[in-house]
């Protein structure tokens, strides 16, 4: 099993920057691809962006592109985003997650292991 762990979420204004942490334990070893989605009130969960690979191959959602950054420190098991010129529209909890594999699936939330969330609130 593998647990992931979600950090530095919080209250920001519009135009801020925040830096979220997922750090994961356990049976890391099996962790090809890690990745942020996010669910707002009353919508469903979206993807937010993806790291996979030794390469570290990146994706993001269109909403964000150019705005946030993913990026991976195998050493320490951890998946950031980096989150800049934040916006009200991107208030939500957001949610760490890993996989043993990648593949279109992975943009409709068909991974292996979730984090339990962290809350992002953009005011106006």
């Known amino acids: 099993q593998v647990q992931l762990v979600e950090s530095g979420g919080g209250l920001v204004q519009a135009g801020g920057s925040l830096r979220l942490s997922c750090a994961a334990s356990g049976r890391t070893l099996n962790i090809y691809a890690m990745g942020w989605f996010r669910q707002a009130p009353g919508k469903e969960r979206e993807f937010v962006a993806s790291?996979?690979?030794?390469?570290?191959?990146?994706a993001y959602a269109d909403s964000v592109k150019g705005r946030f950054t993913i990026s991976r420190d195998n050493a320490k098991n951890t998946v950031y985003l980096q989150m800049n010129s934040l916006k009200p529209e991107d208030t939500a909890v957001y949610y760490c997650?890993?996989?043993?594999?990648?593949?279109?699936?992975?943009?409709?939330?068909?991974?292996?292991?979730w984090g339990k969330g962290t809350l992002v609130t953009v005011s106006s």
């Open positions: 790291i996979r690979g030794y390469s570290s191959n990146t």
């Open positions: 997650a890993a996989g043993r594999s990648y593949g279109s699936n992975w943009y409709n939330g068909q991974v292996d292991y």
